[in-house]
């Protein structure tokens, strides 16, 4: 991974097999990011995404593999237990054009990404909501 700042945002390259989240977390921590908005494109060769079930309380995941270009990917920094935690959704294209999108459980990057990271002043933690069972912004 490779990054740059440019005033309140940061233009970042993550680069060839890196995990996405696990970037985003290392960016965070370096650089005491405690509330940022995410933004990015690229490809993936390995993705892990999600569809929240409200009543099991647990994601349907779907694993993919192969070359895919990600085509949006969106989403935060906020803190939980003093620590970054990353929350992102993406959708991705595979190679016959299929769209295959969700919550974002792992990504690995599959050529680049390139990546508009923009902290914000402040933070935002999140705490687990029991009744609905995932981490709630706390504002």
């Keep these: 991974m490779q990054y740059r700042r440019f005033g309140?945002?940061?233009?970042?390259?993550?680069?060839f097999g890196e995990e996405i989240t696990a970037c985003l977390r290392e960016l965070a921590g370096k650089e005491n990011i405690r509330l940022g908005q995410v933004s990015a494109i690229g490809?993936?060769?390995?993705?892990?995404?999600?569809?929240?079930?409200?009543?099991?309380?647990?994601?349907?995941?779907?694993?993919?593999?192969?070359?895919?270009?990600?085509?949006?990917?969106?989403?935060?920094?906020?803190?939980?237990?003093?620590?970054p935690y990353i929350h992102l959704h993406a959708t991705l294209a595979d190679q016959q054009h299929a769209v295959h999108g969700g919550h974002v459980i792992g990504m690995r990057v599959g050529a680049t990404c390139e990546m508009f990271v923009k902290a914000l002043d402040g933070e935002a933690g999140r705490q687990r909501d029991e009744k609905l069972g995932i981490n709630l912004w706390q504002l």
């Design 8 to 15: 309140d945002t940061y233009a970042v390259r993550i680069d």
């Design 43 to 83: 490809a993936a060769d390995h993705a892990e995404i999600g569809v929240y079930d409200l009543e099991e309380k647990a994601y349907h995941r779907e694993e993919l593999n192969g070359f895919m270009e990600i085509t949006c990917l969106a989403g935060n920094i906020t803190v939980m237990d003093g620590e």
